[in-house]
């Protein structure tokens, strides 16, 4: 299974899509790109392996292997990055502001869900990071008004 992150970063914090197949699976808020700095940075664009792990504190959650220099990276639930985030990437069910959403447990049972019948079907689960490329998208042209 190939989960896709489409990010758009801001100096307060970092918003997302997240889609599976292309299609909408839900938002994602992160902390700001501070150059994968422990604690205060989201972690860099690119290809992570995903699997399912259970801790006391965040229950049921995702956590992603091989993080050049970081360790301990989750998808958890989360409402506001900068006060709930060390690093780690919180699915929402809507952005409420940058680095911030709501509904994010709802958002992570469904991540979860679909985790777990990948893991089910003995597929790895990928998770690509990639910053939102507005170039590829057509505008309409501007018009005198």
Request: aromatic share 10%; glycine share 4%.
């Amino acid at each position: 299974m190939e989960l896709v992150l489409q990010r758009a970063y801001f100096k307060q914090g970092t918003n997302g899509t997240l889609f599976i197949s292309d299609w909408f699976l839900c938002h994602t808020i992160e902390l700001p790109w501070r150059n994968n700095q422990r604690n205060v940075s989201c972690i860099p664009e690119g290809q992570y392996e995903i699997i399912p792990r259970f801790s006391k504190k965040f229950k049921h959650h995702l956590i992603l292997k091989i993080v050049a220099n970081r360790s301990f990276i989750l998808l958890h639930p989360a409402n506001d990055a900068k006060r709930d985030l060390q690093g780690c990437i919180a699915p929402v069910t809507y952005l409420s502001g940058i680095g911030k959403g709501v509904y994010s447990r709802d958002a992570m049972q469904k991540l979860l869900s679909l985790v777990y019948q990948a893991q089910d079907r003995k597929e790895k689960i990928l998770l690509i990071i990639k910053s939102q490329n507005h170039e590829n998208y057509r505008t309409l042209p501007k018009t005198n008004s």
